[in-house]
Nanobody, 121 residues
Framework: QVQLVESGGGLVQAGGSLRLSCAAS????????MGWYRQAPGKQRELVAS???????NYADSVQGRFTISRDNAKNTVYLQMNSLKPEDTAVYYC???????????????WGQGTLVTVSS
């Protein structure tokens, strides 16, 4: 069974940095896109950034220029470097992988359990 495990969340002051990691476990042959979403209290989950297996990236306007997504295909791991954090970045951050091909079958979408990022003012 394919699982995503996130790490790296925590409490940081405004202007600070955090790096999130998400590792996919299981007998995985390939993953199409991986990404980070976030959900703040009382708000809908939104895309933060995504990256394809070929390295093409996409960012939400609100994080463009501050966050950087990267990926290690050999390790099935995706990272999110978050700089110049703002209080409005406070949310639970979820890792996502889509179109996963694994030994036990195909997965359209897999989600991590989420990691809390809190930015204090």
């Amino acid at each position: 069974q394919v699982q995503l495990v996130e790490s790296g969340g925590g409490l940081v002051q405004a202007g600070g940095s955090l790096r999130l990691s998400c590792a996919a476990s299981g007998s995985i042959f390939s993953i199409n896109a991986m990404g980070w979403y976030r959900q703040a209290p009382g708000k809908q989950r939104e895309l933060v950034a995504s990256i394809t297996s070929g390295g093409s990236t996409n960012y939400a306007d609100s994080v463009q220029g501050r966050f950087t997504i990267s990926r290690d295909n050999a390790k099935n791991t995706v990272y999110l470097q978050m700089n110049s954090l703002k209080p409005e970045d406070t949310a639970v951050y979820y890792c996502n992988a889509d179109n996963v091909v694994a030994e036990d079958g195909g997965y359209l979408e897999v989600w991590g359990q989420g990691t809390l990022v809190t930015v204090s003012s």
